[in-house]
């Protein structure tokens, strides 16, 4: 919903898109409402684009880039960089990480893991999280969560491999049917080749070993062939890069993969949670 609000604390990148549309539109002698006809928006969305009221969307830069971008690639870019403008403050530095990464290793304990979120899932547990989030917000947030899914697809192929705990499996969000479908997700996910996709039992500390009792982890390589580890708890984060510290947490990482169901046996328990195998 567009606000006063958002004049005040548009981003650069978001008041940088509003100056080059409204420059462009004039060069072409259109009005706000020419310019909404050709992009399939309202003279008053455009209006409140151009004012940052309501800074263009992702789907908005799509047809921006159709529209006025003439090959330059400019608002594709600017698509990048807005959705970066979402992102909780926190997490920003991490999201750089991760798209850039070679490899991923993750350990998911409370909740699946964004990268193998539905959308519904996604919506479901940022719109029912505290404080509660306006609902535009949580909208926001949920495209953002859905465009980190690039890096399954990106050139160089990104390794992944991650371990989802039982609990986070079995715990209900949003409902049934979105519980179902998410399994659906994680099953077909599971089948990348770029993908190993594992779960932590409930039962794994009765052998007597448990490596997971420090909770989730990300453990990220880089380009330049490093390993750093992103650690989140309670809308604080931290990233780490010292060689001891990061060490530890990759044989910590290692040892839960080991703990945990092997990727086949952990296909087979999706699809039986999505009620596709008996």
């Given at each position: 919903m567009a606000s006063a609000e958002?004049?005040?604390?548009a981003s650069p990148m978001a008041l940088m898109v509003a100056e080059m549309v409204r420059?462009?539109?004039?060069?072409?002698?259109?009005?706000?409402?020419?310019?909404g006809l050709e992009l399939g928006y309202s003279a008053a969305a455009v209006?409140?684009?151009?004012?940052?009221a309501q800074p263009a969307s992702d789907a908005m830069l799509v047809e921006l880039e159709r529209v006025l971008?003439?090959?330059t690639y400019i608002f594709q870019t600017a698509r990048r960089y807005m959705r970066m403008d979402k992102y909780p403050e926190e997490f920003k530095d991490?999201?750089?990480?991760?798209?850039?990464?070679?490899s991923l290793q993750v350990y998911a304990a409370n909740f699946i893991h964004g990268l193998f979120q539905t959308q519904d899932y996604a919506r479901a547990l940022i719109g029912g999280g505290f404080p509660p989030l306006p609902d535009p917000r949580v909208e926001e947030l949920v495209e953002v969560r859905m465009a980190r899914k690039a890096l399954f697809d990106r050139e160089p192929v990104a390794m992944i491999e991650a371990v989802l705990d039982e609990s986070a499996l079995i715990r209900g969000i949003g409902s049934d049917d979105i519980m179902r479908d998410q399994m659906r997700y994680l099953?077909?996910?599971a089948k990348r080749r770029n993908v190993s996709l594992q779960v932590l039992p409930l039962d794994a500390g009765l052998s007597g070993e448990y490596a997971a009792g420090h909770g989730s982890l990300n453990i990220v390589e880089?380009?330049?062939h490093k390993h750093r580890v992103y650690l989140e708890v309670q809308e604080e984060s931290w990233t780490l890069s010292d060689p001891t510290k990061v060490s530890t947490h990759a044989q910590r990482c290692a040892k839960i993969r080991a703990e945990a169901m092997g990727p086949r046996e952990s296909l087979k328990f999706f699809e039986r949670l999505a009620g596709d195998r008996k």
């Open positions: 958002n004049k005040q604390t420059t462009m539109r004039i060069q072409r002698g259109w009005t706000q409402e020419q310019l209006s409140a684009m151009e004012t940052c971008g003439n090959g991490y999201v750089l990480l991760e798209q850039a990464a070679l099953a077909n996910v880089g380009a330049d």
